[in-house]
């Protein structure tokens, strides 16, 4: 048995969702339609023809659901706002009823002493945006910036956590580059262009936000996964360093002032992963406003991945290795790898020197279900947890500053291209009458809320 390990006063536990994956009520009180809306009900891009229309029913039961966070002990609560709920067509009229709803939310989650954490794009954008162009037009970032302020002006006087994106570089690369996100498209060219919009908007959100909402503090939430070289070889760590390079450098590095990494350019095109190594759609003052100070840094840390050069047409990639030993394999087929966590965390303490982290999603996805007693003995889900608050808290003990844990997530939802096939709740659905059952996960983890550590 290990020792008992203490998280620092004030450390704050949350569990996290977003907007699509839970609401539902996808036409309803005036919402415009999403990215996600057009792309869940074109036949053929989410596994069994699931949609995001119903969801968890949050949007009806979101009372409840705050009941629920209640009796796990949450602390905090990281949500996000549906772009098209505020405003249907991205820009100009404003929808009143979407207002009312995230407000109504707020309120209720402080009237039960939960902090909100407030992710503004969580990957639902308006369609009517899209059509124009989506990220990869440029005047989508000024839609961005008018959208932040709706919202934050109705939400900053309670709202003090602000989140401007949710992981560009998936929004980015998966949607744009892989296309199994919405809006599915496969062209890296466009997928870097529309990074560039994307961290364009973040930093001309952030000054909006502080200004509507005084005290505030606001940062953006990069997906980090750990990777390594598959092998020793130069063709492997040459992979290893375009595959970083992408997922990890290409946004972390303007955020931290430091600008683009050029060398991902030249090795993408020696690569033939990109027909364009240069960027006319940075104009002068785009890295600097990218740059704006953020308070934290949020991250979301997974499972580890392996770069490798011996594809067909050697280009490097990053691969998950085929899944062993299910003991250290989730459901996603991702690798349990804490170590990775803590590598992470040091990366961005002593690389990039952020002044403040918080994870703000890990978790793992078991299909365990509700057995005769009406339990979900989710063990497996309670042990990734607990290395994974482990290898967190080793970190601190390093010197990161590490402000609080958002696990993924509150309860089981739309698992985008996976649909409800993948489940991440610490709270099983029932997605035919919508019950909610804690799992033992989150039984164990409202003792570790109690107790600041396990
Ligand atoms: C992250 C997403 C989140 C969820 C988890 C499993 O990339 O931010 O919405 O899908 O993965």
Request: glycine content about 8%.
């Amino acid at each position: 048995m290990t020792s008992k390990l203490t998280f620092p006063t004030g450390f704050l536990w949350g569990a996290a969702t977003a907007s699509y994956q839970i609401e539902g009520g996808w036409n309803e009180d005036g919402k415009g339609e999403s990215i996600w809306d057009r792309f869940s009900h074109t036949p053929d891009k989410v596994k069994n023809g699931d949609t995001g229309d119903v969801a968890c029913d949050h949007y009806h039961r979101w009372p409840e659901d705050i009941a629920l966070m209640k009796t796990l002990g949450l602390q905090s609560y990281r949500f996000s706002i549906a772009w098209p709920r505020i405003l249907p067509t991205g820009r100009g009229t404003v929808n009143p009823a979407g207002l009312d709803f995230y407000s109504r939310l707020v309120d209720g989650l402080l009237d039960a002493g939960i902090t909100p954490f407030v992710t503004l794009y969580h990957w639902d954008l308006p369609q009517a945006l899209q059509d124009e162009g989506g990220w990869e037009v440029r005047s989508t970032a000024e839609a961005f910036v008018e959208y932040t302020e709706a919202i934050s002006r109705r939400l900053g006087d309670r709202v003090k956590n602000w989140i401007t994106h949710n992981e560009p570089a998936v929004v980015a690369f998966v949607g744009n580059w892989i296309g199994e996100h919405a809006p599915g498209k496969k062209d890296l060219d466009a997928a870097l262009k529309i990074s560039h919009h994307l961290l364009l908007s973040h930093g001309w959100a952030v000054p909006v936000i502080r200004q509507n909402s005084p005290g505030a503090e606001v940062g953006i939430t990069l997906n980090i996964n750990y990777t390594q070289p598959a092998s020793l070889s130069p063709a492997d760590y040459t992979a290893y360093r375009v595959g970083d390079g992408l997922w990890t450098r290409w946004f972390a590095d303007p955020v931290f002032g430091r600008g683009y990494p050029l060398d991902v350019l030249t090795s993408g095109k020696k690569f033939g992963l990109i027909q364009d190594d240069q960027m006319p759609y940075v104009l002068p003052g785009d890295l600097d406003a990218i740059a704006v100070p953020t308070d934290f840094i949020g991250l979301n840390y997974y499972n580890r991945g392996l770069a490798r050069a011996d594809v067909p047409d050697n280009a490097p990639q990053t691969v998950f290795q085929a899944p062993k030993d299910p003991d250290h394999w989730t459901e996603m087929d991702w690798e349990i790898y804490p170590d990775g966590l803590f590598n992470i965390l040091m990366r961005l303490h002593v690389e990039y020197q952020a002044p403040k982290i918080y994870v703000t999603e890990n978790g793992a996805s078991y299909s365990t279900p509700p057995n005769d007693e009406g339990r979900v003995p989710d063990q497996r889900r309670l042990n990734y947890l607990r290395s994974h608050f482990a290898a967190a808290h080793k970190a601190i003990e390093c010197g990161v500053p590490l402000s609080g844990y958002f696990v993924w997530s509150l309860m089981d939802n739309f698992e985008w291209a996976f649909g409800y096939a993948q489940r991440f709740g610490i709270v099983w659905v029932d997605f035919e009458t919508q019950q909610r059952t804690p799992k033992d996960s989150a039984l164990w983890y409202k003792q570790v809320i109690t107790d600041n550590g396990f």
